[in-house]
Each structure stands twice: as structure tokens, then as C-alpha cells.
């Protein structure tokens, strides 16, 4: 099938990226002390500083293992490969979804499959968000089993993958969320419809409340307990929030104005609200109330945009089974799915990918260590406390700890706001980076080139105190120049 040939390759050559998310890296190094130690690490434990004391929630344990795994089973090269191939099975599930939503209809199905990856493709990276993202879409398909025919099996499916997203990413919380939607809105479309003398339709809803509680429970199923339950509620109230973070910065910040990613989200929402509007006779409420839900996460954070190619599957595929198919709408649906893939590929070969990346290749986008760096880094001798920047210091512990200690890395939910805005300054203000250099005996700098140029501003560096080590395009490494030089 050509439409569907067109659509994978698209597909493909929009998710065979480079791994850019620099919380990998840390991820990955959690997942080794784990599978070493047993035991899930407590504490920050990683920098020199006394925050490395200060009490780490590592709520993403599971996707850690497993990162640490894939990266033993495919080699860092082959994690592009890995992103290539978590693409075609998000559209799989999408696809297969929408196919089981919309009445089987394949063409239809597709578009709506690819649609959710390309709006998904924002954010392909290799982080616990992605494998959330597949347990919404296994929890949404086992659940709309139940909605049609409620089966022990699938009620007991619907809650392992809660137990397994607890204990993935912190969106777990809508687990139990979306299961009450379920009740709620086959109650109201129940009221609707004047349904009497009829049990069925009535204990449906009664069902899906009950889930409701027994997915809250099962969220319960992790490591942490009570505790991790109100980390995630409380998450959006902590410092953390407060801080300059891309991800969790207002969807209408004027710093996205210029994001197509960000239109591409915004218009998916718009679209399917239209169609909504348009086709509001045959709309059930589950699917007006689990589109506004995600709307509203959606119009409150930037990160949340990800999910608005899925709820559009999730949406457009249950009105298209309602309403009523002319023998030539498939055809014309596959030749808009072709042409769709053909627009997409077209626009990623000039352009890149939805975040600007191209097949093995994100120059200027991707903070990881180039080669070169990894190389230098690598050197016995390199061994001591190092003041690096934030975007620097996941990979860093993962190259080179405990050799070499970080003083930041990208958990800044466990350092808080304070902590980081203090690694900040010592870019900036030199009697505050001299007393720290000699408080910790901090024997090199790990910097991005934009906080390097700060550096090259104060008279710690005027007066040679620093040295450069190592430098690329990404960063560079300066040493103090009472060190031994490199042998």
C-alpha cells in the first residue's frame, strides 16, 4: 500500500534523530547503580557540594534501567535506530487505536496514527516522557475494550500499566483521571440518550468509577508509596516552577512565538476542536471531556502541546465511526495520507524535524558531548570537582563519575531554585567563584560556550588562573593553571 509506505518512511526519517535530552545521560547512570547496587539512589548524591546530601525522588527508576540496558544491548551509536524505531511503533499504536475507534476504517486510521507522531515528534526524545506516552496509549485502548465489553482481562491490562507509568514518569497521575472521564461522561451520555429499563449503560459508568479508585490505588505501587503521589501534586506548586525551564514555561510566553513546533501543537487543537464543533450531535461526552482536559494542561505548560496529536486520534476516530462513510471518502483519505507523508518528508529534508534535527544529525541543537570532548574527557589524570554548567552535567556524571563530580546536573526538581541560580553566578561574579574554587579545591570548569564568555570577563581568567584544557563547538574544558599540565 503506497499511502502507507509513504507514511513509515516519513515516519522514520522524522524520528531517526540524535539522543539530544541531556537527562538521558543522568538517567542512564541511575540505571546503573540500580542494576549494581540493587537499590534506587536516595540522595543527589552525585556533586561535591553538600546538596549531593539532599533527598533525590527518582520516580523514573524503571525507564533508567532500562536506558542503562539499551544502551549495553545497541551501543550509543545505535540509539538513533532505537528513536527510529520507537516512532513506527507510536504510530502503530495510534494507528491501530484509531483503527479500533473508527470502525475500521485503514485510511482514516493511518492519517490519524501519523498525525499523533508528527505532533509527538516535538519532543522524540529518549526520556520516561516517551515511554509514558505508549502506556497512555495502551491504557486508552484497553480501556475503550472495557467501554464496549468490559472483560476482567483488560480491567487487570489497564491496571498493570498503571502500576508500570507510576513507576515510569510523573504524568501517571492521569491514570486515574482518565478512567473517572470514562465514568463521568457515559453517565452524561447516558442522561442523553433517555436510556430506560436498560442495566447495562448504567453499569458501565458504575464500573468505571470503581477503576477510578482501584487505578489511584494502584498508583500507590511504587517504590516511594503515598510520597511519590505527592511529589507529582505538588510538583507544579514547588520551585522548580519558578525557574527558567523551556518545558514548563506558559504556552503563550512570547519566546515560542517563533517555535513552529509549538503552532503545529496549537493548530492539531484547533482542528480537532473545530471538528468537534462541527459534528457536536454525534460527540460523546468522554470525548469532549478527555479533549478539554488535555487542552487545558496543554494552554497552561508548553511541554503538554505533545499530547495533542493523540487525543486528536483519540477524538477524530470515535466521530468518524458515528457518522456515515461515502464509497469514495476512503480513497481520498489515502490520497491525503500520501500526500500528508510527502509534505512532511519534503519539509524535514530542508527543515528538519520537529525540533530541528535530521536523520543522525542535530548540529547546534544537541548538548551532548562531541567525540573529541569525550575523549579528552577520558584522560586519568583528569580526576577532581568540577563547576560545570547545567546543560553539561548529566553527561558528565555519566562519562566520568566519580573520577570526576559535577557541580550541577539537570535534576533541578532536587537541587531547587536557590542551588541553581548560585552555579549560575559563578559565571558572573568572581569573588564568589574564587571563594568557591578554594571552599571545595574545584580543579576544573566544564563550560558551555555561552558561559564561557562570562568567564572570559573576570579576573580570574584575565590573570591566568584558568587554563584551557579542551575546546569544540560545544564546550570547553578549563583547568586551574596551578595543575600539572596534560601529559
Not at 96 to 101: G, S
Not at 167 to 175: C, D, K, V
Request: proline content about 5%.
Amino acid at each position: 500500500m503506497a499511502a502507507l509506505a509513504m507514511i513509515i518512511i516519513a515516519v522514520v526519517f522524522i524520528s531517526v534523530v540524535p539522543q539530544v535530552s541531556n537527562d538521558f545521560w543522568l538517567q542512564a547512570k541511575v540505571g546503573e547503580l540500580i542494576a549494581r547496587d540493587h537499590a534506587i539512589p536516595k540522595t543527589i548524591l552525585f556533586p561535591f557540594t553538600e546538596i549531593r546530601d539532599a533527598r533525590f525522588n527518582a520516580h523514573e527508576w524503571l525507564p533508567s534501567l532500562l536506558f542503562y540496558w539499551l544502551i549495553g544491548l545497541v551501543g550509543e551509536d545505535g540509539l538513533p535506530l532505537v528513536m527510529g524505531a520507537a516512532g513506527v511503533a507510536l504510530f502503530t499504536l495510534m494507528a491501530w487505536l484509531a483503527y479500533r475507534r473508527s470502525g475500521k476504517n485503514l485510511p482514516l486510521a493511518l492519517l490519524l496514527g501519523f498525525l499523533a507522531v508528527g505532533i509527538e515528534n516535538q519532543r522524540h526524545f529518549l526520556r520516561p516522557e516517551l515511554v509514558s506516552l505508549f502506556l497512555l496509549g495502551f491504557y486508552w485502548l484497553l480501556l475503550d475494550i472495557c467501554r464496549s465489553r468490559p472483560r476482567p482481562l483488560a480491567w487487570a491490562g489497564a491496571l498493570l500499566v498503571v502500576v508500570l507509568w507510576a513507576n515510569t514518569h510523573g504524568s501517571f497521575i492521569l491514570a486515574p483521571i482518565i478512567a473517572a472521564i470514562y465514568a463521568v461522561g457515559l453517565w452524561l451520555d447516558g442522561l442523553r440518550s433517555g436510556i430506560a429499563g436498560n442495566m447495562r449503560p448504567k453499569q458501565i459508568p458504575k464500573a468505571f468509577a470503581i477503576f477510578s479508585i482501584a487505578a489511584l490505588a494502584a498508583c500507590l505501587v511504587n517504590p516511594f508509596g503515598l510520597d511519590l503521589l505527592q511529589f507529582v501534586v505538588n510538583f507544579g506548586h514547588a520551585d522548580t516552577d519558578k525557574m527558567i525551564i523551556n518545558e514548563w514555561m506558559p504556552t503563550f510566553n512570547p519566546g515560542w512565538y517563533e517555535v513552529p513546533a509549538v503552532w503545529m501543537g496549537l493548530g492539531c487543537a484547533a482542528v480537532t476542536a473545530t471538528v468537534m464543533w462541527v459534528q457536536w450531535r454525534r460527540l460523546s461526552a468522554v470525548e469532549a471531556l478527555m479533549f478539554l482536559m488535555f487542552l487545558v494542561l496543554a494552554l497552561k505548560t508548553v511541554r503538554f502541546l505533545v499530547y495533542q496529536g493523540m487525543v486528536a486520534a483519540f477524538v477524530l476516530s470515535a466521530l468518524a465511526a458515528a457518522g456515515q462513510q461515502g464509497a469514495k471518502t476512503p480513497v481520498r483519505v489515502y490520497a491525503v495520507c500520501a500526500f500528508a507523508a510527502a509534505l512532511v518528508l519534503g519539509l524535514a529534508s530542508k527543515f528538519g524535524n520537529a525540533f530541528g534535527a535530521f536523520p543522525h544529525s542535530a548540529l547546534g541543537i544537541s548538548p551532548s558531548y562531541t567525540s573529541f570532548m569525550i575523549k579528552k574527557l577520558s584522560a586519568p589524570d583528569l580526576q577532581g570537582n568540577v563547576i560545570n554548567s547545567y546543560e553539561l552535567g548529566a553527561e558528565l556524571v555519566y562519562r566520568a563519575y566519580p573520577r570526576l563530580r559535577p557541580s550541577i546536573d539537570s535534576r533541578i526538581d532536587s537541587y531547587g531554585g536557590a542551588y541553581t541560580w548560585l552555579n549560575g553566578r559563578l559565571f558572573q561574579d568572581d569573588a564568589l567563584l574564587v571563594d568557591y574554587v578554594q571552599k571545595y579545591d574545584v580543579r576544573y570548569m566544564l563550560l558551555s560556550h555561552r558561559d564561557f564568555r562570562m568567564v572570559e570577563k573576570l579576573p580570574s581568567w584575565t590573570s591566568g588562573r584558568w587554563t584551557i584544557r579542551a575546546m569544540d563547538q560545544r564546550a570547553v574544558l578549563l583547568q586551574r593553571s596551578d595543575l600539572p599540565a596534560a601529559p
